[in-house]
């Protein structure tokens, strides 16, 4: 609540659909290619082409149809969007109109304490327009974007604080990572996200004029744009003004926002039945392959980690907000046996040394199995757990398996009680004056009898029986 | 040999044969081109490069290669279709440098089957007319007499193909653009179904309705050419996987226990008295021959026209909206251009590279599919047109082919009806509701005018069934009494 002031917030959010190719037409997408080197005749809409969908585009539009919980349309329809705009090659975008592929969906997560749920009116699919440079006076297009599959992601005006409308953000991104049909990628463009804002007096029924936030390609940025959006809108209200219905655009430098393009400017997009396409019809057997198809998600996820695995449930949100991090949990408590120990080193070891290299997961030099067994080891007691931080460096730095590490280096642990035994004496009696001050009483000498007999094993003595000894030797 | 008045397949045959060669044909077709096409204006350009292509075919045939059916066939292509590195316009200036860099897909299957290219023909602009006068490269004239339209849009290729500037030639037809010009100069043109041939390369007019169809001097070529350039098309997502049947092989003239449709919206009067008499006299042929004729029903083709305008144009307004100065084409000049802003830009470039009728259809179209108009507008064309095809449906339990007029009069003089669209809207009446309904429709040749103009009558057959309407313009063909009449230019 804002000075007596509720915010109202729908968000539209365009996930690129990671495809091979074009959604009409065979030419690639991948995002690093050259000027206009992704085109062809179709897709920059050559007089007499055609489009042809891509069957990749809805199967992902399905899947990530059916994580939002939507239903989906056996018979959508495509249209056509006209306006007129150099980077729209046909001057008009094909889309999807009053019969969208999904709709219908709900969304849960979490802001804070508190589950948040979050109506998908509708997900269609559309083709990206081109991109414009504007250098000067003049304006470079490059049509490599034109023709890559969008799917627009709409929710009701379910959002009321600019933190859920971020957390709701991530959540999508989270989500069609998962699938993988999107890199979530919002540096890139492959997501992009357009947010509704409006404010009314709490207790008002009815809606606020809306502005529209358009194009903010970071989730901190939404919530930054609709904190300043809100407090606007409140302050054109208190001071006895209409809010103005616009486009308005983030300024992330001077932390605010500005207008884009008012309602006076808003097209009549002339939406009609695209011809050259045929009704898109998907049958049962897709989506139930669709359905097939999808990985258990986030939240499912974390809560198997903490009913089944017995993790905290802030280990089991760590370790499920990626999927790969997920999936690298999974596989190394397979190894290890140990889920609490498995999530501990992958949360701290794990995760340190892939922000130190800037890695992700996937790129992590030790595979999840090598780490299973390094943890296995030291359940075994072969390795004490602080032998096992001189391993792993050792396997991050080689990508050697641990058991190789350990013989190379000569770490096992030494367990025989009788060697133990015989440093513990040693050290003893290398220190008669701490002994004798132990006996007085000074029991927190204990810990630098155990720094001694470490030191003088090299770290191998496994420390449970150092510990046994030690205080059968002095208490004894 | 008489090249000039010989079938399609004859000269493939005497192609192959060796009879005679791909360049000695295409040599007589480019010399009656190049020395007739400043009278009728038929083409808008040749193709420099047929020789040589009719050479290539020779040399081809020389290594024994098997060349397709129709080797070394000189062949007229509308401006409508893209072939590739030949400049396509669509009949309008926005187009006059575009060449593209692909060949339409039915150019393409008839380039697999041996045609050479003799040139780009003529037509109104982006197929918006119905007399060759909206052209931005001229009028083309009938060849039976200089004074008359070819009909439209596909005008220059009737006019080239009755006056035997090529073997064949292909239009395009969105609501009569192949029927009409071929009724008025005497030559067979057919529409198939929709879906039938693809539309890949062909410049959009209404996309709903265009399509694409041979326009030639016989039925039999006419079989031959739909034979080669139908079946399914992987770059366009509307055309039918059905198999497509060997029309040509399976041509047969026998009507014996037919039965033919006569709609009875069509019969209440109002034709020019030589239509009217070529009709009666096509009904009795076909009578004679064992035909048995029933009275069908298709009572919204009342609506024909004005659906169809609503229809079309919407379209059109789209698909022209690609035409902007930005990529390709025209581009108005600009002095400055630093200083334009994009409004002026595309204003001005679209101002003065559309022609007048394509702005009024443009207009009409963006008016129709705006918001609070297009329920009233688009939508409800769309809902009569689903009647329309309902209806049509209908009459085909009844019947297997409907015969009708396919204008209301002969071709009419060149600037008469320029000045009055709406009267130029009504002479499609006959032929709209089939491109509405998506039917497969031909115009045949039967009759002549007292005024020496040749008079066809159109044959309308139920959905993806082109034999029976193919057959029974083979019949009528055959019992024709302007059968291998040919213009004197």
């Given at each position: ?476 | ?316 307004s789209s698909n022209l909206a690609r035409y902007d100065g930005v990529k390709y084409g025209y581009r108005a000049e600009f002095p400055n251009l630093s200083a334009v802003d994009l409004e002026e830009f595309y204003g001005k470039t679209r101002g003065e590279g559309f022609g007048k009728e394509v702005k009024r259809r443009i207009m009409l179209g963006t008016y129709c599919l705006s918001s609070g108009y297009y329920d009233a507008y688009y939508n409800k064309a769309g809902q009569v047109r689903r009647m329309i095809m309902n209806q049509y449906r209908e009459a085909f339990q009844k019947c297997d082919v409907i015969l009708s007029p396919v204008t209301t009069s002969p071709a009419f003089k060149i600037g008469e009806r320029v000045s009055d669209p709406l009267t130029m809207y009504l002479n499609d009446i006959f032929t709209t509701s089939t491109n509405l309904a998506g039917l497969p429709g031909m115009s045949v040749p039967f009759g002549m005018s007292a005024d020496g103009l040749p008079i066809g009558v159109q044959l309308t057959g139920a959905h993806f069934d082109e034999q029976r309407m193919l057959n029974v313009g083979y019949a009528l063909e055959g019992a024709s009494s302007v059968k291998g009449k040919a213009p004197s230019v």
């Amino acid at each position: 609540m804002y000075r007596g002031y509720e915010a109202v917030i729908g968000i539209e959010i365009h996930v690129q659909l990671n495809t091979a190719s074009k959604i009409f037409c065979a030419d690639g997408t991948q995002f690093n290619a050259g000027d206009n080197e992704n085109t062809s005749p179709v897709s920059v809409g050559m007089p007499g082409t055609l489009p042809v969908i891509n069957k990749r585009a809805v199967e992902f539009a399905i899947k990530t149809g059916l994580a939002l919980g939507c239903n989906i349309r056996k018979k959508s329809i495509f249209a056509r969007k006209n306006y007129f705009y150099p980077d729209l090659p046909k001057g008009y975008q094909i889309s999807q109109y009053d019969q969208p592929i999904c709709e219908n969906g709900t969304i849960t997560f979490k802001v804070g304490d508190q589950t948040k749920t979050v109506k998908i009116v509708r997900a269609h699919l559309e083709e990206d327009a081109g991109k414009s440079s504007h250098l000067g006076d003049f304006t470079m297009i490059n049509y490599n974007r034109a023709g890559i599959p969008l799917l627009e992601v709409v929710t009701g005006p379910d959002m009321h604080t600019p933190q859920e409308a971020a957390e709701y953000g991530r959540t999508i991104r989270q989500i069609v990572r998962y699938l993988g049909v999107c890199d979530g990628n919002l540096e890139e463009g492959s997501m992009r996200c357009d947010c509704n804002v409006s404010v009314r007096k709490v207790g008002d029924p009815k809606l606020g004029t809306r502005t529209e936030l358009k194009n903010i390609n970071s989730f901190r940025f939404v919530e930054k744009a609709i904190e300043y959006e809100i407090e606007r809108q409140i302050d054109v209200v208190e001071r006895g003004e209409k809010v103005v219905q616009e486009t308005r655009l983030w300024d992330p430098d001077k932390n605010k926002t500005f207008t884009m393009r008012s309602k006076e400017e808003a097209q009549d997009y002339r939406y009609f039945p695209d011809p050259d396409l045929l009704p898109l019809v998907v049958s049962d057997e897709l989506i139930s392959k669709m359905k097939a198809e999808l990985p258990e998600l986030p939240i499912a996820r974390k809560n198997r980690f903490v009913s089944a695995h017995g993790l905290p449930e802030h280990d089991a949100e760590v370790l499920t907000s990626e999927k790969d991090l997920a999936d690298f949990y999974e596989e190394t408590a397979k190894v290890s046996k140990n889920f609490k120990s498995s999530a501990n080193w992958i949360m701290t070891e794990v995760i340190r040394e892939l922000n130190d290299s800037k890695l992700e997961i996937a790129a992590s030099p030790i595979k999840p199995a090598q780490l299973g067994q390094l943890i296995a080891l030291i359940d075994k007691g072969t390795i004490s757990g602080k032998i096992a931080k001189t391993v792993f460096s050792e396997m991050w730095k080689t990508g050697k398996e641990p058991e190789a590490i350990i013989k190379e280096k000569g770490l096992v642990q030494v367990s025989d009680p009788a060697v133990i035994e015989k440093i513990v004496d040693e050290i003893l009696a290398a220190n008669a004056q701490q002994v004798a001050g132990y006996k007085s009483g000074k029991t927190n000498l204990f810990g630098f009898f155990v720094g001694a007999i470490m030191k003088a094993s090299k770290g191998q003595a496994n420390p449970e029986l150092v510990n046994q000894i030690l205080q059968k030797k002095l208490n004894g | 040999m008489d090249l000039i008045n010989a079938s399609i397949t004859e000269i493939a045959d005497a192609v192959k044969l060796k009879k005679t060669s791909a360049k000695e044909v295409t040599t007589q077709f480019m010399k009656r081109a190049e020395s007739l096409n400043p009278k009728l204006n038929a083409y808008t350009s040749l193709n420099s490069n047929a020789l040589k292509e009719a050479e290539a075919i020779d040399a081809r045939i020389a290594k024994g290669e098997d060349i397709g059916a129709m080797a070394g066939v000189p062949f007229g292509i509308k401006e409508m279709f893209c072939t590739k590195g030949i400049v396509t316009n669509a009949g309008s200036k926005i187009l006059q440098n575009f060449v593209p860099p692909y060949d339409a897909t039915v150019v393409a299957r008839l380039k697999k089957a041996g045609i050479v290219i003799t040139g780009k023909l003529n037509q109104d602009e982006f197929a918006m007319g119905s007399s060759n006068e909206t052209s931005f490269y001229g009028v083309t004239k009938n060849p039976w007499n200089l004074e008359c339209v070819p009909g439209g849009s596909s005008g220059g290729s009737a006019a080239a193909q009755a006056a035997r500037l090529c073997a064949g030639t292909l239009g395009t037809d969105t609501g009569g653009s192949i029927r009409q010009p071929a009724s008025f100069c005497g030559i067979v043109g057919v529409k198939p179904t929709y879906g039938r041939v693809s539309r890949y390369g062909i410049i959009a007019y209404a996309s709903s309705l265009d399509q694409a169809g041979p326009m030639v001097s016989s039925v039999k070529d006419a079989a031959l050419t739909l034979e080669v350039i139908s079946g399914h098309d992987e770059m366009d997502s509307t055309t039918s996987q059905r198999k497509v049947p060997a029309y040509s092989k399976d041509l047969t003239a026998n009507v014996k226990g037919m039965k033919i449709g006569l709609i009875r919206e069509y019969m209440q009067g109002g034709l020019h008295p030589d239509v009217q008499k070529t009709v009666d006299q096509a009904i009795s042929a076909l009578k004679s021959q064992g035909a048995e004729f029933v009275e069908v029903s298709v009572p919204m083709t009342e609506f024909a026209v004005p659906v169809y305008y609503l229809v079309a144009a919407s379209e059109a307004s789209s698909n022209l909206a690609r035409y902007d100065g930005v990529k390709y084409g025209y581009r108005a000049e600009f002095p400055n251009l630093s200083a334009v802003d994009l409004e002026e830009f595309y204003g001005k470039t679209r101002g003065e590279g559309f022609g007048k009728e394509v702005k009024r259809r443009i207009m009409l179209g963006t008016y129709c599919l705006s918001s609070g108009y297009y329920d009233a507008y688009y939508n409800k064309a769309g809902q009569v047109r689903r009647m329309i095809m309902n209806q049509y449906r209908e009459a085909f339990q009844k019947c297997d082919v409907i015969l009708s007029p396919v204008t209301t009069s002969p071709a009419f003089k060149i600037g008469e009806r320029v000045s009055d669209p709406l009267t130029m809207y009504l002479n499609d009446i006959f032929t709209t509701s089939t491109n509405l309904a998506g039917l497969p429709g031909m115009s045949v040749p039967f009759g002549m005018s007292a005024d020496g103009l040749p008079i066809g009558v159109q044959l309308t057959g139920a959905h993806f069934d082109e034999q029976r309407m193919l057959n029974v313009g083979y019949a009528l063909e055959g019992a024709s009494s302007v059968k291998g009449k040919a213009p004197s230019v």
